[in-house]
């Protein structure tokens, strides 16, 4: 027991910064919008990831919830609407794959439910007992044989 606390005692402060990034990527925390806005360009989260790599460093548990807690900043970044002109204009990729949704909408065709109600041809065939053809490879030219 002493040991551990022996060990503990050193890394005092991984375990703190650890706690508190669970907590950031277990509770829905509200990103700021200027923090947000910074995120979610392509620099913002290359920053991000690069810092959480550098958490890796500290230790395999910071390390793998400071992945964790970054992927969850950029994810909610990426959602935060800005209420700025500029970016009214300019799709998110949230509106972007609603848009492309609506549009990828497809009514099941005659076609395709035929198709998924028939079993392939594969499964119906049943093992030829006694053919009468027999098959003969032709010349394989130097070519080990079957």
Known sequence: MRNLLKSLKGK????????????????????????????????????????????????????????????ELIKRSSFKVVKEPRHRFIPSEAKKVAHLNKYNQFPVTVEEMVIAKQIPYVFNRKPVGNSIYKPVQDSVHAAARL
Request: charge should be positive.
């Open 12 to 71: 005092g402060h991984n375990y703190v910064l650890a706690l508190l990034l669970a907590l950031f990527a277990a509770f829905p925390v509200q990103i700021p919008d200027t923090l947000a806005e910074m995120v979610n360009t392509v620099m913002g989260q290359r920053v991000v990831v690069i810092i959480a790599l550098c958490l890796l460093k500290r230790g395999p548990v910071v390390g793998s919830v400071g992945l964790l807690a970054a992927y």
